[in-house]
């Protein structure tokens, strides 16, 4: 079984960070492995605590997996201090990881800042260059390219600018603001839109997180990237057409929408 190693947050609430990617790995058929950089006290109306971990603590973490069960491909969300994302840059140097997907969180979508102001500096120094594919949305975008983004050719301008900055594929996502649900793939100076159809569905915590970690998962079995992030968008709008209503704010998607559901369906009955 391919594996798949998330870096990311603890999300209480179960709809982001940690939980979706696991949750998410799991049903793209690979094995997931965790580094935990913070727990979040949150649910789907925001987030009321965040406790970091310490750096040394996540050296031990990615050192455990590293050395044991050695991951076919990275994900790495919500990353709130540089001391943590130095340490990340370090051993995923250090153990040659591949496949590293990016998912540079700054705020959630329930408005909380996930993210200081320095360790977005740190983020862009440190690790953007180790990423395979960055997948920023349309606010992210504009805070790594310094410009504003408001039409498709915005979209371009700024994946070209943040590609060739740090010399990474970027998978721009329309979905928040400006291009409904398609998302730009800008590599190697040439660009493709992968489209999407809008989902009418206001619950749509954990979608960056989705799919990254969708993307990473099918990056670990061996897709290549175009091929990785259709089979994402196609498992993103699964989760999110199931329309799973929980919580009183923005919900969770459900994950498990595709799951056999015999061993379930026994259970129950
Ligand atoms: N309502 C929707 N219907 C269909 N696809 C959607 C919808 N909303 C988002 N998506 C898709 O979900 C994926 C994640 O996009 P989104 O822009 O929501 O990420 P994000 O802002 O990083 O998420 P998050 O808020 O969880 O950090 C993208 O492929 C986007 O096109
Ligand atoms: C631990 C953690 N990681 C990431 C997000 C972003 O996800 P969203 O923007 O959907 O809230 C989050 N809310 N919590």
């Known amino acids: 079984m391919r594996t798949a190693l998330t870096i990311a947050g603890s999300d209480s609430g179960g709809g982001a960070g940690i939980q979706a990617d696991i949750k998410t790995m799991i049903?793209?058929?690979v094995f997931a492995t965790c580094a935990i950089t913070a727990l979040t006290a949150q649910n789907t109306l925001?987030?009321?605590?965040?406790?970091?971990?310490d750096d040394e603590f996540l050296g031990k973490e990615l050192d455990a997996v590293f050395t044991d069960i050695y991951p076919d491909a990275v994900k790495i969300g919500m990353v709130s201090s540089s001391a943590l994302i130095k340490k990340i840059a370090e051993k995923l140097t250090f153990y040659k990881a591949k496949n590293i997907v990016v998912d540079p969180v700054m705020v959630a979508t329930s408005g909380s800042k996930l993210i200081s102001d320095d360790a977005i500096e740190t983020l862009k120094n440190n690790l953007f260059s180790l990423a395979t594919?960055?997948?920023p949305n349309i606010p992210e975008a504009e805070v790594i390219s310094e410009m504003k983004i408001t039409n498709e050719d915005e979209m371009i301008e700024a994946s070209k600018i943040i590609s060739e900055k740090y010399n990474c594929a970027?998978?721009?996502k329309g979905g928040h603001k400006v291009n409904d649900a398609n998302d730009l793939?800008?590599?190697?100076?040439?660009?493709?839109?992968?489209?999407?159809k809008r989902i009418d569905n206001p619950n749509t915590h954990g979608t960056g997180c989705t799919l990254s970690s969708a993307i990473a998962s099918n990056l670990a079995k061996g897709y290549d990237l175009d091929t990785s992030v259709s089979r994402s968008k196609e498992y993103i709008s699964g989760a999110l057409g199931?329309?799973?209503?929980?919580?009183?704010?923005?919900g969770p998607m459900n994950h498990g929408f595709d799951i056999s559901s015999d061993y379930v369906l026994e259970k129950e009955n």
């Open 133 to 135: 594919v960055l997948t």
């Open 185 to 196: 793939l800008y590599r190697n100076g040439s660009y493709k839109w992968f489209y999407g």
């Open 27 to 29: 049903t793209n058929g």
């Open 242 to 250: 199931a329309m799973l209503d929980l919580g009183k704010g923005s």
């Open 46 to 53: 925001g987030v009321t605590g965040i406790m970091d971990v």
């Open 170 to 172: 970027v998978l721009l």
